[in-house]
Each structure stands twice: as C-alpha cells, then as structure tokens.
C-alpha cells in the first residue's frame, strides 16, 4: 500500500516545519508578483 | 557505499502497481515520470515540426491550410518549450538533486507529485483545441493581442492551460528551493553544490519571479475577452504594447529558466570526461547568478521595432550586451576544463561538446539582433527562428539529452549502447545544422517567419532546411529504442558509472535503491564536487 511508504523517514517533524515555511513565503511571493503586475497594468 | 544505503538496502520495498505512479511521492519516479513525459511531448512537437518543414519544403500550399500551419508554430512552440524542455529540466532535477546533496527525498514529496500531475492535465486541455470550432490558437506563443484574441473555442483553453503550466512550475521550483536549502547534508555548504544543483537553485528564482507575471498577462487577456477590461485594447483606453512588455519581462527570463540546468548538466560532463575539476567553479557560479540577475532588464530586445524612444534602445542594446560578458566566462571556463584535460568522447560528452560550439552560434546571433539598428532588418524574419532554435535545440536539447546519457547507466544500472549514442550524435548534429544554419541566410534574404507560403527565390535553402528536419526528426527515433534497450538490460554499469565521475551520486549503486541515504552522509572538501 502506498500509504504505509514513509519517503522522507530522515526528515524531523522540524526539518518539515522548515520546509512548509518556506514553501508558503514563496508562494505568497509568487501571489504577489502575480496580483502586482495586474494591479500595475490598471 | 555509503552506511545511509546499506541501512535501507534490505528492505528496500516499493509500491508496485499503477498506485506508484498515480501516487508516488519518490523522487525518482516523479523524475522518470516527467522525463518520460518531456519524451512524448517531444515526439508530438517534433511531429508539428515536421508538419512545419513538409508545408515549407516548396512554395505554394501542399498539405495544409494557413490556418492550421499557424497553429502547427504555436502549439508547436508551446508544447516543446512547456511540455519538453522544462518538464525534462525538472525531471533530472528530481532524479538529480536530493542524490547529488545526499537528501533523503524532495523537501515536499505530495506536492512533487502534484506538480507532475498537473502537467498532463494542462496538455489535454491545450491539445484538446484542435477538435474545437475555430481551431487551435494560431496567433503564435506570445500570445500578442489583438491577435490573440480572434483565437476561437479554443482561447479559455489555451489560457488555463497556460496558468496551470505556471503553477506546476511554480510548485516544482518551491519545492526545489526547499529540498537544497534545508535537505543538504551535513558539510554540503552552498560553495560546495554541484554546479547542476546551482543553476536549478537560480533557475527555480527565476520561475517564482516570472511565471506570475506571465500568468498575469494572460489573465488580463483573458478578462479583456471576456469580462469587458481593456489593459491591452487600444479602443477602450488599453495598450497592447504593454502586453509586449509583460509578456516579454517573463519572456527573456524564461529563455534561462530554459537554458541554465542545460549549462548545469555540461558543467557535470565536461569535468567528468576531461578527467579534471571544473575550472573556475565559484566563477561559473556567479556568472550563472549574473545571466539570471541580467535577464531582468533585457526583455525590450525583443521589441525594438515598436517604436520606443531612443534612450529606451540603448539601454535595452547595452543592456543585452553585457549578457555577453558572464556566459563568456561560462564558455571560457569550459574550454578551460577540457584544456590538457585526458579527454575521452563517450556520448555524453560529445552532446556537450556540441552544445559548447553551437550554443555559442546562437549566442552570437542573439548578440547580432541585440544591437538594435540591425535588428530592424532582422526583426520577424527567419535569422530569428534559426537564433532561437540554435539555442533551444543543439543548445538546450542538446544539454538535456547529455545528461540523459551521462546518468541513465546510474538510473537503470545498465550502460546504454554506446555505438548507437554516437550515431545519434553525428546524424543529430549533421541534420540539426542542415535544418537551422540555412534559415540565417533565409532570413538575411528577407523570408518572414510564421508563413505558410513564400517567394520562390528561398526554395533552395527551404528543401535543405526540411531534409535536415526530418533527418532530425528519425535520429530521434535513435534515441528512444536506446533508452528502451538500455532500460531492459545491458552491460552492467559500476556504481561510480565514468571513470572522472565524483560526487555523492556517484557513491550510490546502480541503479540506486528505492529510498537513499536515510541517514545523511558526511561531505567533506575532498568529496565535494569543487
């Protein structure tokens, strides 16, 4: 079963903290590149 | 081999079934899934090219309508730059990167999978145009309005697609960022990265930076289309000059988020196959930064003959000049690697050897149309499709498919066979040059691009263009009964793979086990790759 594969099993439970932190800062600033270039074209 | 392997060896189970690859959260069957799909892709752009080449082989009409030929170099385009070159760029980086910093997996394995999957979802949605009333998008891949939007059934289709090729490469770079800035070994500093790991670094910044801004654009048309805006209509206070400007501030960018991980992978073969460390390491890195940095304020070369003022021009023109500097430090620094290097020619590096020369033709003509007075004579003729492909095809192609070769032994466990990688080469570059060298001279005659039909007087260079494509297109056909052959069985590859081969990757089995290294392995400065 797919669900029981633990892919990452080095990763600590902060390691992932770290990794979902940065994932949201850049796709918050990759919203904002998208919501400026048409927020500069108005 | 390393203590990480050995540990996870013996129980080193995998899902089996369809539910691997709907569900898979593994690096490499994320990265084979992407290669096999840029494979495909490739094969259905190459297809519209040679649509392309049979209509342009002799003047007049032979096979289809101008209509259709206008959406054969549009779907064209899209598919090999969205559909081939990016997606087998991000495919070598998922099989690449975490054995190359000794990380367990991507830093977001659910997200891994969710960026592939959208990826076939977004080409059904485009393909699916050209069974719609009106046809599929003819107006060319930059999308310029109004042009754009006489686009038919299809155009809802086009843009979504394109927001969700975005968003697949948006995920793909985060994740990529993630995975090396906080999955690295221990002693795997940044200064001793392979070069291949650091040009996806500043490649995935450029895709966070400019994929937005492409979606943005695409988002306004699609509201002046539908919702009654006019950013880029003329009749409603709107200037579709500025959609120009947007489209190419993502353009430019693009075209290193296209061409760096191909620089990154010769920047892996060269030294390997010239037995030497990489000369220059940390001012390959820098000039890799600066390109990118560079690439930011270039975007207008591409648009000198709408009519900007003067100071605008020659900002523009010095500006795309100075690109000049850092990859020709890149191109130094690679000649400089193979300089007294004990050289040996196995496929791989005969790819990157070919992409060092010819990258470098299409450097030198992107350098010709970036002075802008002579780009007025060049400007949408035929020098610009044959700049373009020198830099897309032998140049990233190219770069691609050396890394194909250079780790497909380390990916199957089986060396490929090497006669037929050498055919393919040759027959390769002797048709690539064929098929894009004479479009200079169609060009500097006069022929215009994205036409169906034309003057009699390029008939000649036209035939040779199109044997040279077709040529081409079959030398591919090398390539996949390679791979298959290769995946199925061969001579046995060694873990270390090439003699001149270092860096963690290398330390793994071949192929490698399902999960590597658990436990982080040590780097140290002899182990690392500078």
Known sequence: MVHEHKETPAVTPEV?????????????????????????NM | MSEAVSHHDHHDHKPSGMGRWLFSTNHKDIGTMYLIFALTMLFIGGAMAMVIRAELFQPGL????????NSMTTVHALVMIFGVVMPAGVGLANWMIPMMIGAPDMALPRMNNMSFWILPFAFTLLLSTFFMPGGAPAGGWTLYPPLVLQTGAAFPFLIFAIHFLGISSILGAINI?????????????????????????????LLIATMPVLAGAVTMLLTDKFFGTSFFSAAGGGDPVMFQHVFWFFG?????IL???????????????????????ESMVYATASIAFLSFFVWAHHMFTVGMPLTGELFFMYATMSIAVPTGVK????????WKGAMSFETPMLFAIGVVIMFSIGGFS?????????DFQYHDTYFIVAHFHYVIVPGILFGLIAGVYFWLPKWTGHMYDEKLGKLHFWLSTISVNMLFFPMHFLGLAGMPRRIPDYNVQFTEWNMVASIGGFVFGLSQLIFLYLIIKCVRGG????????????????????PPPYHTFTTPPKVTEATAHS
Do not use: C
């Not at chain 1, 992932?16 to 500069?40: C, D, H, S, T, V």
């Not at chain 2, 992107?366 to 002579?374: A, D, E, K, N, S």
């Open chain 2, 366 to 374: 992107g350098l010709m149309m970036g002075i802008t007075p002579v």
């Open chain 1, 16 to 40: 992932a903290a770290k990794n979902r932190r940065l994932a949201i800062i850049l796709a918050l600033i990759a919203a904002a590149f998208y919501a400026g270039f048409i927020l500069l």
């Open chain 2, 259 to 281: 061409v760096l991980p191909a620089f990154g992978i010769i920047s892996q073969v060269i030294p390997t196959f010239s037995r030497k460390p990489l000369f220059g390491y």
């Open chain 2, 491 to 510: 001579e046995k590859a060694n873990d270390q793979v090439w003699e001149g081969a270092h860096g963690l990757e290398w330390t793994l089995p071949s």
């Open chain 2, 177 to 205: 960022i993630a995975t090396v800035f906080n999955m690295r070994a221990p002693g795997m500093t940044f200064m001793r990265l392979p070069l291949f790991v650091w040009t996806w670094i500043i490649t995935a910044f």
């Open chain 2, 331 to 338: 191109i130094f620094n690679w000649t400089a690697t193979m």
């Open chain 2, 252 to 256: 430019h960018p693009e075209v290193y």
């Open chain 2, 62 to 69: 032979q096979f289809v309508t101008p209509q259709f030929f």
